[in-house]
């Protein structure tokens, strides 16, 4: 409201000022809907912002909004590290910041009021007790590769080292490969492809979401083998394609993580703005599916 500081318009209602990373997979834009829809819905005015998987076009962003005098900035970090300077510059302007989806290492939490989104560590974690349970009666080596999201995100550290903290228990899995895919399925094509080149032996792979998976399924065909089969497929995210691919037999666990964080991040936006006392972490529900489960849950998934 015009009382409260930082507040730019002359009317009642709240902006918010969001900067997206990008539009790089399926869980992106079932995000970017949800945050959007979910302003209308809310009464909130919107001004959001596409960074293209660029901090450079995040920082800009924010300032702008800075300059704009906005109510509220919520932004989803496309790396963890970087944050301090602009996040001091809004403090000092008094608008409050929503950490939405991804973490900032920050050691001066006092720079955002919440992170709202998925404990990306449990994630990693759900993906490896899965393949300890699926190999549990082999005594052979399993060699694993995986495709990591973007270079130094919250997620893509985080599901790396959920999983290697369960697999690592057992010294018969081997992650022989480990190379970034940049959350996109093209990459995940080009990256997988380079993979199976290079080692004849793969028995897994654990793609840090479904859209690398998706084009690593793509290298994998292309190379006369079979997905699901051949070469076991573990990802995370579970939107729907990647659930077609599940029921399919194509992929054999999804570890979930939800995009519509956006009714959360009104509300959490809303009591922020009035001065209101918020958790200062909020942690999404998340569960996950296997192959049969996948065909249950598809004709009722909303992404
Ligand atoms: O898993 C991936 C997206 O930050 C949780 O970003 C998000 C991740 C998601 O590109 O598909």
Redesign the pocket.
């Known amino acids: 409201s015009a009382s409260q500081p930082g507040s730019g318009g002359g009317d009642d209602k709240i902006t918010m000022g969001f900067s997206q990373?990008g539009a790089?997979?399926?869980?992106?834009t079932a995000n970017t809907k949800s945050v959007q829809e979910s302003a209308k819905t809310a009464g909130i005015e919107l001004k959001f912002s596409d960074a293209q998987q660029k901090q450079e076009n995040q920082i800009k962003a924010i300032r702008s909004f800075i300059q704009q005098k906005v109510d509220v900035i919520a932004f989803?970090p496309v790396v963890e590290s970087g944050w301090d300077t602009v996040l001091k510059e809004a403090k000092n302007a008094k608008i409050p910041v929503i950490l939405t989806?991804?973490a900032v290492d920050s050691a001066d939490t006092s720079l955002y009021k919440t992170f709202l989104?998925?404990d990306?560590v449990e994630e990693g974690r759900k993906a490896g007790k899965w393949l300890v349970e699926e190999y549990k009666d082999s005594t052979e080596t399993v060699n694993i590769v995986e495709l990591q999201?973007?270079t130094g995100?919250?997620?893509a550290n985080d599901r790396k080292a959920g999983f290697a903290e369960v697999i690592g228990a057992d010294a018969k899995f081997k992650v022989i490969a480990s190379q970034t895919g940049d959350?996109t399925r093209a990459k995940g094509k080009e990256v997988m492809e380079a993979f199976l080149k290079s080692n004849p032996d793969i028995d897994v792979l654990y793609a840090?979401?479904?859209?690398m998976g998706l084009g690593a399924i793509e290298a994998i065909e292309g190379a006369g083998k079979v997905p699901g089969k051949d070469i076991k497929i573990i990802t995370?995210?579970a939107v729907k394609d990647g659930m077609q691919a599940l029921a399919d037999g194509k992929i054999n666990y999804i570890v979930e993580?939800s995009?519509l964080l956006g009714p959360q991040l009104m509300d959490l936006a809303k009591k922020v703005v009035a001065g209101e006392q918020v958790p200062t972490r909020v942690v999404t529900e998340e569960t996950t599916f296997t192959q049969e489960q996948a065909k249950q849950a598809l004709p009722t998934r909303q992404y």
């Open positions: 990373v790089e997979s399926g869980w992106r989803s989806d991804r989104g998925s990306f999201g973007t995100s919250a997620p959350f840090h979401n479904d859209d995370v995210d993580c995009p």
